[in-house]
């Protein structure tokens, strides 16, 4: 897969602990920058599923359909309860 290259910033103890963590793993940084925010990402996304599902199925239930109206409009619902 191709990849680009991106420059951001870190703290100077996050630093070494990437570091540390590199030399004990025996892995790249890179590697373990791409693991860790890909990890990130993928929970980031199941978090905000349900609240997204929870937003529509609000915005299905609210309207109300021309048919609906039409129908609301005709029946007698006197004495229904």
């Known amino acids: 897969m191709p990849s680009t290259t991106s420059s951001f910033r870190v703290s100077e103890t996050l630093r070494a602990r990437l570091e540390q963590t ?17 990890e990130y990402l993928k929970k980031v996304r199941r978090e905000s599923l349900p609240a997204e599902a929870r937003r ?15 129908w609301g409009r005709q029946v007698d619902a006197r004495g229904w309860r």
Do not use: C, P, T
């Open 22 to 38: 590199a030399r004990q793993m025996k892995k790249r940084k890179n590697w373990i920058i791409n693991q860790a925010l890909d």
């Open 56 to 70: 529509q199925s609000l915005l299905a239930s609210a309207a109300v359909a021309g048919d609906e109206r039409f």
